[in-house]
């Protein structure tokens, strides 16, 4: 058994394809099938199942790659203490982050990365939080932003706090009057007031639209329009333009030039936030370039 081994059959199941595996390993299937078998002998079972379609793991080949894995991950791990440890400093970083906020967030954040690490590269990953767990599940990210906490997250990823970010509700000017705000409470709307109106919703997958669903559950409110969207930036602009309110994260109103420009309230009497969080396995190893792209997030953030 050797690294090699572990690599290649853990791949073959994450593929489920000799044929596909083969490819993103640029060796010959024929080749790949041999390596599997000599394994499989070694090892004294099957690890297999190649009378399915797509191939599946035996259940002994299920514990294979659980092991497999871990001991890839303790590998690279060293790997990356034994280079940290040198003084020239390079290698990669792969990171993940919502689309909208990438556009935000990077620019200050790589410029400054840069000038102390430019012999690191950053490879930037853009999806959704589910999509980015996804990724790290496979092994194909090492960091991913999201506003999930540890909590909501998948056994084996922690979180780590970044900066907090209000979130808004935003409306057309003249749409939200003052007899609309909750009694007491300045620049607060009462939802229940506003149950009737038309409201703008990032579609499902965004964690701003799981937010504004429990906020809408919450006061019982089912609205009688809603139009759905891709960006919290044209949930800005529509809601701005008269079509509907809209629930965003302060950094979509920033983007766009600040609270000043628009008419943005809080919805309840506790102010509406959550955590940008950096998400990593439990069992990796940061090293010092990775570390410091984290430091680097908080200061400029918060």
Known sequence: MDFRELTYVTMVAECKSVTAAAKKLYISQPSLSQILSKVEQDVGVKLFDRSANPIALTYAGEKYVETAKRILSLNKNLRRELMDICQGVKGKIRLGIPTERAGYMLPPVLKRFR????LVEVIIFEAHTDELIELMEKGKLDLFISPRKSEELPLGMKSELIYRERLFLLAAPGVITRELFLEGEEGVVDLAKIKEMPVILLKKGHEIRKRADAVLRRYKIVPPRVMEISSCISAVQLADG?????????????????QRKFCCYGFSRQEESWGVHVVCREDAYLDRSER??????KEIFQ
């Open 115 to 118: 000038e102390l690490y430019p």
């Open 292 to 297: 410091y792209l984290i430091d680097l997030m």
């Open 242 to 258: 008269g079509l509907g309110y809209t629930f965003v994260p302060q950094r979509a109103i920033d983007v766009l030039g600040g």
